[in-house]
């Protein structure tokens, strides 16, 4: 069974920053895609990035020139790095690592 920890979110103003992290737990962290996705309050869960065990990454569209997804291998970490935050942003934010996800972490971004 996988864990996945995600810490980092909190309430910032809009056009702040916030950095994600998820913490795995297993072996072989690297081998895996890596991802984030966020559920906002009455919609459903959507993509948001993701990273391969190669280093290539993935936006969605909401997320391109503001969220940059990264990872430290030997930490068993993936961050999401968050800015120019906006209000529309402001959701759970879940790790996942196929099939597994997190608990979540809340970001609130206010106006």
């Known amino acids: 069974q996988v864990q996945l920890v995600e810490s980092g979110g909190g309430l910032v103003q809009a056009g702040g920053s916030l950095r994600l992290s998820c913490t795995a737990s297993g072996s072989a962290f690297s081998i895996y895609v890596m991802g984030w996705y966020r559920q906002a309050p009455g919609k459903q869960r959507e993509f948001v990035a993701l990273i391969t065990s190669a280093g290539n990454t993935n936006y969605a569209d909401s997320a391109k020139g503001r969220f940059t997804i990264s990872r430290d291998n030997a930490k068993n970490t993936v961050y999401l790095q968050m800015n120019s935050l906006k209000p529309e942003d402001t959701a759970v934010y879940y790790c996942?690592?196929?099939?597994?996800w997190g608990k979540g972490t809340l970001v609130t971004v206010s106006s």
């Open positions: 996942n690592k196929p099939p597994y």
